[in-house]
T-cell receptor, first 112, second 116 residues
Framework: GEDVEQSLFLSVREGDSSVINCTYT??????LYWYKQEPGAGLQLLTY?????DMKQDQRLTVLLNKKDKHLSLRIADTQTGDSAIYFC????????????FGSGTRLSIRP | GAVVSQHPSWVICKSGTSVKIECRSL??????MFWYRQFPKQSLMLMAT?????????EQGVEKDKFLINHASLTLSTLTVTSAHPEDSSFYIC????????????FGQGTRLTVV
């Protein structure tokens, strides 16, 4: 079945790197996503990675995918107070009608 | 990027009444929209997949008579919580997928429903 798991909390010091981890079970997933949710708001797509990629970098964000272990991570370099939010890992099949399955979310808090 | 608008942002209703939540894709056509419910401890639960012009597909454990979904056009899906009870109080979020499936789904801002 489909299952996506994340740790619930992460606390980092401002300026350090944050690494949020995620594991998934569906090996047929085509795309994997990271979403950000700020308090009281909907979800914002941060980045995605295709299942045949190992790494994707976008400014301060680096996504690593280990398909063998079904492990996905999001690294945020130089973490700022504005990065405080809940980060959701998600997986989906390839077509636009496929549902997206979310992890439980990781709440990232920033220490001064 | 694509914009999904959800209305209302929050609503308070009396127990036993029905509440309708709208989800609109503003600048793209969405043949498929999704309705999620978010519980206080963060997890996002998929309730149903809404397909334009056909019946919604409900996830296991979600009462289709309780949560009525209508997707009458390519830009609008509605979720009606019928005969609401306090346990239905939650944060409801809709999302829609564009044709470019790489982009996942775009989300509305959510609706906070409180049933008193």
């Amino acid at each position: 079945g489909e299952d996506v798991e994340q740790s619930l909390f992460l606390s980092v010091r401002e300026g350090d790197s944050s690494v949020i981890n995620c594991t998934y079970t569906d090996s047929s997933s085509t795309y994997l996503y990271w979403y950000k949710q700020e308090p009281g708001a909907g979800l914002q797509l941060l980045t995605y990675i295709f299942s045949n990629m190992d790494m994707k970098q976008d400014q301060r964000l680096t996504v690593l995918l280990n398909k063998k272990d079904k492990h996905l991570s999001l690294r945020i370099a130089d973490t700022q107070t504005g990065d405080s939010a809940i980060y959701f890992c998600a997986e989906s099949m390839g077509d636009s009608a496929s549902k997206i399955i979310f992890g439980s979310g990781t709440r990232l808090s920033i220490r001064p | 990027g694509a914009v999904v608008s959800q209305h209302p942002s929050w609503v308070i209703c009396k127990s036993g009444t029905s509440v309708k939540i709208e989800c609109r894709s503003l600048d793209f056509q969405a043949t498929t929209m999704f309705w999620y419910r978010q519980f206080p401890k963060q997890s996002l639960m998929l309730m149903a997949t809404s397909n334009e012009g056909s019946k919604a597909t409900y996830e296991q454990g979600v009462e289709k008579d309780k949560f009525l979904i209508n997707h009458a056009s390519l830009t609008l899906s509605t979720l009606t919580v019928t005969s609401a009870h306090p346990e239905d109080s939650s944060f409801y979020i809709c999302s829609a997928r564009d044709w470019d499936s790489r982009l996942g789904a775009f989300f509305g801002q959510g609706t906070r429903l409180t049933v008193v």
